[in-house]
């Protein structure tokens, strides 16, 4: 079955940098729609960079620049290599993924690790 684990998230001060990593297993990441979502207290969970079955590359407006989404298909593993991290970026991180996911939208994925908790200091 399909199965995510995320780690790398921790605490950092505004303006440092920190690589998130999920290890995917059950399936192939090339026939999936796979990508990071993140969501704050009392917010609800947004998309933040995909890799999308229809759009390629997707990133959320709030990251564009800043985060950068790569993947080795060796290790069935994603990345997340946040930059320039703000305040505003605090949240748990999820990996999801989804056999027919279109775009990065949360309601279109069925699969979620755990998450891994970022916080960002001011």
């Known amino acids: 079955q399909v199965q995510l684990v995320e780690s790398g998230g921790g605490l950092v001060q505004a303006g440092g940098s920190l690589n998130l990593s999920c290890v995917a297993s059950?399936?192939?990441?090339?026939?999936?729609?796979i990508g990071w979502f993140r969501q704050a207290p009392g917010k609800y969970r947004e998309g933040v960079s995909c890799?999308?079955?229809?759009?390629?590359?997707i990133y959320a407006d709030s990251v564009k620049g800043r985060f950068f989404i790569s993947k080795d298909n060796t290790k069935n593993t994603i990345f997340l290599q946040m930059n320039s991290l703000k305040p505003e970026d605090t949240a748990v991180y999820y990996c999801?993924?989804?056999?027919?996911?279109?775009?990065?939208?949360?309601?279109?994925?069925?699969?979620w690790g755990q998450g891994t908790q970022v916080t960002v200091s001011a």
């Open positions: 059950g399936f192939t990441l090339d026939d999936y729609a």
């Open positions: 890799f999308s079955l229809n759009r390629g590359i």
């Open positions: 999801g993924a989804d056999r027919y996911g279109l775009g990065c939208r949360p309601g279109d994925f069925g699969s």
